[in-house]
C-alpha cells in the first residue's frame, strides 16, 4: 500500500526565496497530518538553530505522522536529528560517479565505507534510518546496488530512490526499481522525483506500480528548482486512478493556499486541482457539454476537493452557457433576446481580455430594455493599504501583483499609499484575499469597497 512523505518544510523550504517561521512550520506539520501523510520530512538540524528549533517543536506535537530529520552523512547532523527529537533520520550521501570525483573527492570504496559507518552510527543511537543515494538515477546500477545492501545491512530500513535530476521516464524508472526490488535485502523503498522535465508524478507513479513503497511529495510542488510531485495532485491521482482512498482529501486545498500565503509562492493557474483553472471551462462546445452532464468534460466532480466548476463567459462562449448564467440570477429570457445577448457578449470579448458578471447583466439589460436589481456573484473590489512608513512601497507592490486575483495595482497620492483593483468569485473568496492581502508585510491598514455596478469610459 502507497506511503507518503511529505518534505514540504524541508525540500520546500529549498525553493528559492522562502521561509517559514516556526509557528508556520508548525501549522503546516499540523495540516499535513490531518491529511494522513506517513511521513513528514521536517527540515535538516545542521541548517540553522531555527530549523532545528521548529523539528524539535514538531516531533513534540505527538503526530500520527513519523518525523524524519534530514542530515548529511556527519555525526554532528546525526546527533543533532536525534536530540531534535526526530524518530528517524535521513541520511543522505551521493553515489554517483559525477558527485564523488567532482563534488565529494572520495572513491567509491570509501564512499561505501562513510556510508556504512553513519548508517550504523544512527541506528547505535536509537533512530530509524533511511540513506538515501544522491543522485541514484545516474549511478552505476551494480555499485547502487552494493551500497544500499550495506546501508540495510548496517541498520537502515528505508533507501530513497532519488531522482535528484528529474531524468528518469516512467519505463526507465519502473525497470530499476525492478532490479533493485529483486537485488537489495528486504527494504521499503521511497522515490525522490524532481520535475525537471514535469515527468515527476508520472516516474512516481511508475515506481509505485513496480514495487516501490513511498512517494515524496511537497505542497504546491514547491522544491529546489521545478520541485517534486505536489501533495495534492499525488494524492488525487492515487485516490482516483489507482484507488488508494486512504488519505484525506478535504484538506488539500485549503493547505495549498496557506502555502501561497505564507510562502510567497504562487501556483499557476493551470495547476492541477488547486489552480484557479482546474475547474474552469470555457469554449461554448465543452460549456454546453458541462451543463448537459458535468461529466463529458470533468475527470472528476471538483466537490471531491471542496470546489466548485466555472463556466467562463467570453467570446467562445455559446447560448445555453449565457442562458444559465442568467438564470442563476433568476433571470429569463426570450430566445430572440438571448441571441442579441450573445452576439454583444462576443463583440466585447473580442476586445476584452476577461467579462465579468456585471458586464453581462449590463448587457442582458440594455438587449432586454429592463433593469436587473442583482448584485453580480463575482466582485469587482477596490482595496485601498496604507504601507508601513520604514517598507518600499513598491516592495509591496510587487508582492500584491504576484496574487492571480489582483487586476491592476497602482501607487497613488492621498490617505492610502496603494489602490489595487481585485476580482473574486464571491464574497468568501474576497474575505480570503483581503485576509492574505493584510499578512504581506509591511501593510499597515486596508479598506476595502466592494463594486456594485462597472460603467466604461470612452476608452473601453
Ligand atoms: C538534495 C537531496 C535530495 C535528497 C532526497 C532524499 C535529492 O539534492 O538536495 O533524501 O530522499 O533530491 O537528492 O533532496
Ligand atoms: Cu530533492
Same mark, same amino acid.
Request: charged fraction near 25%.
Given at each position: 500500500m502507497l506511503e507518503i512523505l511529505d518534505t514540504t518544510l524541508r525540500e520546500g523550504e529549498q525553493t528559492p526565496y $522562502? %521561509?517559514? @517561521?516556526?509557528?508556520e512550520k508548525i501549522e503546516i506539520a499540523k495540516r499535513l497530518d490531518a491529511v494522513g501523510v506517513e511521513m513528514i520530512e521536517a527540515g535538516d538540524p545542521s541548517v540553522s538553530p531555527n530549523v532545528? !528549533?521548529?523539528i524539535e517543536r514538531i516531533a513534540a506535537l505527538g503526530l500520527r505522522a513519523e518525523i524524519v530529520a534530514h542530515s548529511a552523512a556527519l555525526r554532528s547532523g546525526i546527533e543533532r536529528? *536525534?536530540?531534535?527529537?526526530a524518530q528517524r533520520v535521513a541520511i543522505f550521501y551521493a553515489t554517483s560517479k559525477i558527485h564523488l570525483d567532482s563534488k565529494l573527492h572520495k572513491t567509491e570504496e570509501q564512499a561505501l565505507e562513510i556510508i556504512r559507518e553513519h548508517v550504523a552510527y544512527a541506528k547505535s543511537l536509537g533512530l530509524n534510518v533511511r540513506y538515501t543515494p544522491e543522485d541514484a538515477t545516474r549511478t552505476e546500477l551494480d555499485f547502487l546496488v552494493r551500497v544500499c545492501n550495506a546501508a540495510i545491512e548496517a541498520g537502515a530500513d528505508r533507501i530513497s530512490f532519488a531522482d535528484t535530476l528529474g531524468i528518469m521516464q516512467p519505463h526507465l524508472l519502473a525497470e530499476r526499481i525492478e532490479i533493485l526490488r529483486a537485488r537489495l535485502l528486504p527494504c521499503k523503498i521511497d522515490l525522490h522525483c524532481h520535475d525537471d522535465y514535469g515527468l515527476a508524478l508520472a516516474n512516481a507513479m511508475a515506481g509505485v506500480r513496480a514495487g516501490a513503497d513511498c512517494v515524496h511529495t511537497t505542497v504546491n510542488g514547491m522544491g529546489e528548482r521545478s520541485g517534486i510531485p505536489d501533495l495534492a495532485e499525488t494524492v488525487l491521482a492515487f485516490h482516483n486512478l489507482e484507488g488508494v482512498e486512504k488519505y484525506d482529501l478535504r484538506p488539500l486545498v485549503e493547505l495549498s493556499n496557506y502555502l501561497e500565503r505564507v510562502s510567497g509562492f504562487f501556483v499557476a493557474p493551470n495547476k492541477p486541482i488547486t489552480g484557479q483553472n482546474a475547474f474552469s471551462h470555457k469554449s461554448g462546445v465543452h460549456t454546453n457539454g458541462i451543463? *448537459? %452532464? &458535468?461529466? @463529458?468534460?470533468? &475527470?472528476f466532480d471538483p466537490s471531491l476537493v471542496g470546489r466548485e466548476r466555472k463556466i467562463v463567459i467570453d467570446k467562445y462562449t455559446g447560448k445555453s452557457a449565457v442562458a444559465a448564467r442568467l438564470d442563476e440570477y433568476g433571470i429569463e429570457v426570450s430566445a430572440a433576446e438571448l441571441e442579441v445577448i $450573445? @452576439? !454583444?457578449i462576443k463583440n466585447l470579448g473580442d476586445q476584452r481580455k476577461q467579462l465579468f458578471d456585471a458586464d453581462i447583466l449590463e448587457i442582458a439589460e440594455q438587449v @432586454?430594455? !429592463?433593469e436587473m436589481d442583482v448584485i453580480p456573484h463575482d466582485i469587482n473590489a477596490l482595496i485601498m493599504l496604507e504601507v508601513e512608513s520604514h517598507v518600499y512601497t513598491s516592495a509591496v507592490v510587487r508582492r500584491l501583483r504576484s496574487f492571480s486575483n489582483v487586476t491592476s495595482v497602482y501607487e497613488v497620492t492621498g490617505d492610502y499609499d496603494i489602490s489595487a483593483f481585485a476580482n473574486a468569485e464571491n464574497v468568501a473568496a474576497l474575505n480570503n484575499l483581503i485576509e492574505e492581502i493584510r499578512t504581506v508585510q509591511g501593510v499597515k491598514r486596508s479598506e476595502t469597497r466592494m463594486v456594485l455596478k462597472k460603467y466604461n469610459g470612452g476608452g473601453k
Open positions: $522562502v %521561509n517559514f @517561521t516556526i509557528d532545528a !528549533r521548529a536529528a *536525534k536530540s531534535c527529537g451543463l *448537459k %452532464n &458535468p461529466q @463529458t468534460y470533468e &475527470p $450573445v @452576439t !454583444r @432586454t430594455g !429592463r
